[in-house]
C-alpha cells in the first residue's frame, strides 16, 4: 500500500540538544501508527515537525508524496494533516460549534455549522451543544479537541495523548473512536502512554528514546523487544506492579 | 420585527439631532463623535475581533488627515476625492507595516506600533517643504455636495456636515458588520480566542490579522480625512499619544469585540469630558475615576449591562452576538 505520510530522517537540533536522530516513519491510510518512548523522548518534536512547527535541522516529510517540512502550520492543516495537543486546547469562551466550525471554515466549506455537528455528534458530543467549550468536563474537552480536528476533515489524524488523565470507561471510549476513525479511512499517528489503548488498536508501533527509534513493528514484537523494555516498558511494568 | 423598530426609532434620532440640537458647540461634539466613530470601529477590527493591541491607530487617523489635507492644498482635491484617497493610502500604508509586524505578537507588536507612530508624527514634524512641519496646514475648505438635478448644497453649516458624518459612520459600522459576520470575521475570533490552535486547524493568523489590520486602518484613514476638512486645519498635535488612548477608551469601555459596544463608547467619551467642564478643575480627576470604575465594574464594556438592560433576552442570541 502507498504510505499516506512518511518522514524521512528527521533530525532537529535545538542548539546542543538533539531533540530528533534521523527518525523514519511511514503510514498509510486506514492504519494506526503509535509512538512511544519515555517522556522527553521526542514525541511531540516529532508532531511539531510534522504539522510544521518546527522546522527539522535535516531530513523531509512526505504528504502524498510532496514535501510538506518547509511549509507553513496552517497550509499543512488545509492539506489534510491535523493534529490534537498535549495539553488541551479549545476555543475556551466560544460556543461548541463556532469553535469546531474552524476546521471547516479554514477549508471554505459551504455549511460549516453542518460540519461541526457531524464532527462533534462523531465523538459524542451532541448533546452539548449549548455550551462552551470552557463549561465541558476535562474529558469532555478531550474529546471537544478530536472534534475539533475531524471538522478540518483530515487524511492523517496526529493525536497526542488523547486519553491521558481519563478514566478507565472514557479510554474505551477513545480507543473506539480511534477503531471508527481508522475504519473510514483516516491515517492515525498516536502518542500515548496508556499501554492499553496503545496495545489495542496499533497496526504497528514505534520507540522512541533519546530522539532516536529504537524499535518498529506490530505492538507484541514491540512489547518483546529487549531495548524496548530497558528503556521504557520495564519501568512501566514495574509501576504496574507497584499499584498492586 | 420589534428589533426593526427599535433600529428605525435610533435612526430617526440620530436624523432629528439637528433639528433639536440648536447649539452650535453640542452639535460639534456630535460631528467630532461621529468622526470618532468611524476610526474606533476599525480600531476595534484588530483591538476586540483579532485581539492584537495596536497604538498605531490614531496615526493612522492622522495620516488620512495629512494626505487628504496636503490633496487638497497641493492638488486642489476636494474632500470627495481626497476621503477615499486618504482610506486607500492608509490602507495600503498598514498594508506595508502589517507585513512586517503583524509576524509579531504581545509586548513586541505593541511597542513597534508605537515606535511606528512616534516616526510617522517626526516626519509630519520635520518634513516642512512638504507639511510645513509645526505650523500645520490651514485653510482646508469642505466642498459642496452638487446633486444631479437638484443644484448643490452647502454642507459647511455644521447641522448639514452633521449628516455627511452621520453616513460615514453609518456606512462604516454596515461595512464592519458585514465583515464580521462574514467567514472572513468568524476567523479573527478564532484567531483571537486560541492563536496556535486556529493554525492547527487551517486558518492563517497573520493573513486575517492584516485583513482586519488594513480595514482598521483605512476606517481610520477615512476618519481622518473628515476630520482634516471639518476642523479645517491639520498639524502634529493630532499624532499625541492622548489621541489613542482615548479611542482606546472608547473601545474597550466602549465593549471591545462588538460593533454597538465602541459606537457607543465613542459618543459617550467625546461628550464626558466635555460634560464635565462644570467641575472645572476636577474635571480630569472626575473623569478618571469614571474610568477606573467603569474598568472595574465593567470589564467588558457597558454594552454588555446595558444590553442586558435594554433588550429583551429572546432577542438575545448569546453574548458574542450580543451587539
Known amino acids: 500500500m ?243 | 420585527m420589534s428589533r426593526r423598530i427599535a433600529t428605525l426609532a435610533v435612526l430617526a434620532l440620530l436624523c432629528a439631532v439637528p433639528l433639536v440640537v440648536r447649539d452650535d458647540y453640542y452639535l460639534h461634539l456630535f460631528i467630532v463623535s461621529g468622526i470618532f466613530v468611524v476610526a474606533v470601529l476599525g480600531l476595534d477590527l484588530i483591538v476586540g475581533y483579532v485581539g492584537q493591541l495596536s497604538l498605531a491607530h490614531a496615526a493612522f487617523f492622522a495620516m488620512g488627515a495629512y494626505t487628504s489635507a496636503l490633496l487638497f492644498v497641493r492638488l486642489q482635491w476636494s474632500m470627495w476625492l481626497g476621503l477615499p484617497a486618504a482610506a486607500l493610502g492608509v490602507g495600503f500604508a498598514a498594508f506595508v507595516l502589517g507585513g512586517v509586524i503583524l509576524r509579531t505578537r504581545g509586548h513586541r507588536f505593541i511597542i513597534i506600533t508605537v515606535v511606528f507612530a512616534e516616526l510617522m508624527k517626526l516626519v509630519a514634524t520635520n ?90 486602518a483605512a476606517l481610520a484613514g477615512a476618519a481622518g480625512s473628515l476630520y482634516a476638512h471639518y476642523v479645517g486645519f491639520v498639524s502634529p498635535d493630532l499624532f499625541n499619544f492622548s489621541y489613542v488612548t482615548i479611542m482606546l477608551i472608547m473601545v474597550i469601555l466602549g465593549g471591545k469585540g462588538t460593533l454597538v459596544g465602541p459606537a457607543l463608547g465613542a459618543v459617550l467619551f467625546t461628550f464626558l469630558p466635555e460634560l464635565l467642564r462644570e467641575a472645572s478643575h476636577w474635571r480630569m480627576i472626575t473623569f478618571a475615576t469614571i474610568l477606573i470604575v467603569a474598568t472595574l465594574f465593567m470589564p467588558k464594556g457597558i454594552v454588555y449591562p446595558l444590553v442586558a438592560y435594554l433588550v429583551p433576552r429572546r432577542w438575545r442570541l448569546s453574548d458574542a452576538h450580543a451587539a
Open chain 1, 2 to 244: 502507498p504510505m499516506l505520510l512518511e518522514g524521512r530522517g528527521l533530525t532537529v537540533r535545538f542548539g546542543g540538544l538533539l531533540a530528533l536522530k534521523g527518525v523514519d516513519l511511514a503510514v498509510s491510510a486506514g492504519e494506526v501508527l503509535s509512538v512511544i518512548g519515555p517522556n522527553g523522548a521526542g514525541k511531540t518534536t516529532l508532531f511539531n515537525v510534522i504539522t510544521g512547527r518546527v522546522r527539522p535541522t535535516a531530513g523531509s516529510v512526505l504528504f502524498d508524496a510532496q514535501p510538506i517540512q518547509r511549509l507553513a502550520p496552517f497550509r499543512i492543516a488545509q492539506l489534510g494533516v491535523v493534529r490534537t495537543f498535549q495539553k488541551t486546547e479549545v476555543f475556551g469562551a466560544l460556543p461548541l460549534v463556532d469553535g469546531v466550525a474552524a476546521g471547516a471554515l479554514a477549508r471554505n466549506d459551504a455549511d460549516p455549522e453542518a460540519r461541526a455537528r457531524e464532527a462533534l455528534a462523531t465523538v459524542g458530543l451532541e448533546n452539548k451543544l449549548h455550551l462552551s467549550a470552557q463549561q465541558l468536563s476535562y474529558g469532555d474537552q478531550r474529546l471537544l479537541e478530536i472534534a475539533q480536528a475531524l471538522a478540518a476533515e483530515p487524511k492523517v489524524l496526529l493525536l497526542d495523548e488523547p486519553a491521558s488523565g481519563m478514566n478507565h470507561q472514557e479510554s474505551r471510549h477513545i480507543v473506539q473512536l480511534i477503531v471508527d476513525l481508522r475504519a473510514r479511512g483516516l491515517a492515525v499517528i498516536l502518542v500515548e502512554h496508556n499501554m492499553h489503548v496503545v496495545m489495542a488498536i496499533s497496526d504497528r508501533v514505534i520507540v522512541i528514546n533519546y530522539g532516536e527509534k529504537i524499535a518498529e513493528g506490530s505492538p507484541e514484537r514491540v512489547r518483546n523487544e529487549p531495548r524496548v523494555i530497558e528503556a521504557y516498558l520495564g519501568v512501566q511494568k514495574t509501576q504496574h506492579a507497584r499499584a498492586r
Open chain 2, 127 to 216: 518634513w516642512v517643504d512638504m507639511t510645513r512641519g509645526f505650523m500645520g496646514l490651514p485653510g482646508l475648505a469642505l466642498p459642496k455636495l452638487s446633486l444631479p438635478g437638484l443644484g448643490s448644497l452647502d454642507i459647511t453649516a455644521k447641522s448639514h456636515f452633521y449628516y455627511v458624518v452621520l453616513l460615514a459612520a453609518i456606512v462604516a459600522f454596515l461595512l464592519c458588520r458585514a465583515l464580521v459576520r462574514s467567514s472572513i470575521g468568524r476567523k479573527f475570533v478564532l484567531v483571537r480566542e486560541n492563536e496556535p490552535l486556529a493554525e492547527s486547524l487551517g486558518i492563517s493568523a497573520f493573513r486575517y490579522a492584516m485583513i482586519a489590520f488594513v480595514a482598521g
